[in-house]
DNA sequence: ATTCCTTATTTTGTATACAAAATATACTAT
DNA sequence: ATAGTATATTTTGTATACAAAATAAGGAAT
C-alpha cells in the first residue's frame, strides 16, 4: 500500500456543506446579483418554500448574513436586504481603499515570483475581455485580481476584511463599469498596476490601487 | 394633547433584544472574559442547560459568533471557541495597526474640538489608573480609547472593523499589560498619542498608534 | 368618508421532536 | 491483549409545532 499524505485527511476533505452554509451561499449569490434588490423584504415562507429547506436552516442562514452586512434583521419585523446609503458606500470605499493600499505593498514585498506572474496573466486576460468588450468576464476576473492581491499579500485578516467589503460592494462597483469611458480609466488604471507588479514597486502599486478605488467612488457617488 | 416628538418613535425606542441576540453576547463575553477558553469545545446541551434557552437561539447565535470569527463551527463535528495562532493573532495586530493609523490621520481631520477634548479626558484618566495601579479599569478605558478614536474617525466601516477585531483580541491584549514595564511603555505611547492629539497632528498621532499596536505584538508574541 | 378600535390573519420567535451523523462502547475473532 | 467490527449512545442537523408579536382587515362611531 503506499503512503499515505502526510497531511491529516480532514485538512484535506472537502468541507462538508450543511443545509444553512448551502443556503446562505445561495441568499449571498441572489443578493449580489441582484435578484433580491436592497431594500426588499426577505420573506421567510416563500424564500423557504422556493428553496426547499424548512426555518431552522434558512433562519441560521439569515444570521451569517447579517453578521456579514448584507441583510439587516429588524427583531418581530422581518429582515431586508441591507440598502446602502451613499455615505455607507463611501465609508467602504474609502476604507478598502486603504487595505488594497496595504495589500499592494505587502504583495510585492512577500509574493513569490510565480505569483507576480500569476497575477500579471490575469491583468492580460482582463485586457483581452476589455477589447473584446466582454463586459461581464471582464468584471469577474477584475473581482478575481483584487481578491488575489489581497490574499497574496500574506495577512489572512487583511484578506478576510477584503473579501467582505468586496462582497458588499459587488453590485455597485459594477455599476461603475457600466458607462465605457469608466472603462476605459479603470483599464488605464490596472495598467499601472500591472507595471509596478512587474517592478515590485510596493509603494507605487499600493498607490495606484488606493486612487483607483477612490475613483471607483467617483465612478458610482452619482447612481447612488 | 401634546405635539409629539419630532423623532419617529423606532429611531427611539430601545431595540428589542431577542433571545438570540442575548444569547450571542452572553457567548461572546464568556468567550472574551476566559470563561471559555481558546479550543474548548461548545457543548450545546450542557450550555443551553445553563442558559436556560432552547438549542434553536442557540444555534443562531452561534451562527453570529462564527461570522465574527471567535467561533468555528466544524460541520456536524460541533463548534469550539477559536484559538488563536500566533500568526493569527500578527496578522490582526498588522492590520489593526494601519487601520489604527487611518483613524488616528482621520480623526485629527475630522473630531471636533469637543471630541478632541473628551479623548484627552480618556487619556488623563488612563493616567490616573495607571499611577494607581488599578489595572483593569486601565484596560477598559484603553479599549474605550482606541474605539472612541476609531468611532472619530468618521468611517463606519473603519469603525466596524476596527471593533471586530479589537474583540478577537481582548484577551490577548490583556495579557500584553500584565509585565509592570510592559504597561509603562504602552502608557509612554498613550503619551504621545495625547501629544499628538493636541496638536491635531494626524500624521503623527497615526504613526505612534501604528507603532503602538506593533509593540503590543512584541508585548505579546512570547505568551502565544 | 375618516378615525379608532376590535378581531382575524400572517409573520416571527422559540421549543420540541425526529432524523442523520459521529462517537463511544462492547463484543468477537485472532 | 489487540484489531476490527457491530451495536448503542450521544451529539448534531433539520423539520415541525406552538406561542407571541406584528400587521391587516373589518366594522362602529363620529
Known sequence: M???????????????????????????????????????????????EQLGVSRTPFREALRTLAAEGLVIIRPSKGSVVRKLTAQDVFSMLELLSHLEKLAGQLVCERASDADIEGLLELHEDML???REGDRLPYYKLNQEFHSRVSELAGNESLREVQANIQARLKRIR???NSKPDYWASAVAEHEQMAAALRKRDGDALGRVMAQHLMNTWDRVKDNL
Chains 1, 2 share one sequence.
Open 128 to 130: 483581452k475581455r476589455y
Open 174 to 176: 459594477f455599476l461603475g
Open 2 to 48: 503506499e503512503l499515505s499524505s502526510p497531511f491529516p485527511l480532514e485538512t484535506v476533505a472537502i468541507e462538508k456543506q450543511t443545509l444553512h452554509d448551502q443556503v446562505a451561499n445561495r441568499i449571498r449569490d441572489l443578493i449580489i446579483e441582484g435578484h433580491l434588490a436592497p431594500g426588499t423584504r426577505i420573506d421567510e415562507t416563500t424564500l423557504v
